[in-house]
């Protein structure tokens, strides 16, 4: 799915592609958004798992401010309980 959003909540769907119209065996699944009130750093290939209760999510992080150092990037852990 390709997205946009005005607002990094609320996201318009502008197309989807498949593996099969691309005639891969998978596609990557890549984005990168800005957070919400922090213009100086992009998100992408996050992982959420939930296990035991606890949420658990793995981001990595690039900084936006100087384009090029925009390939830089952590990987930045979140776990949040849901009790």
Partial sequence: MVARSADGERFETLTTVTREE????????????????NPKTGVKDTVIVRRDG?????????????????????????????A
């Fill in 54 to 82: 606890v949420w658990h999510l793995w981001a990595s992080c690039h900084p936006l401010a100087d384009p090029d150092e925009a390939d830089q990037m952590v990987t930045d852990y979140a776990p949040a309980s849901t």
């Fill in 22 to 37: 691309m005639d891969a065996e998978s596609l990557e699944r890549p984005s990168l958004v800005r957070l919400p009130g």
